[in-house]
């Protein structure tokens, strides 16, 4: 994986877009 934080199985799944992707590393870094 390119990004420090692990994305859980269930939630990647639900990442549907590229957009909701990066919105979602963003606010995990937080």
Do not use: L, R, W
Not at 5 to 25: K, L
């Amino acid at each position: 994986k390119e990004f420090d934080i692990q994305i859980p199985d269930d939630q990647a799944e639900n990442i549907a877009t590229v957009g909701q992707a990066i919105s979602y590393i963003e606010e995990a870094k937080k």
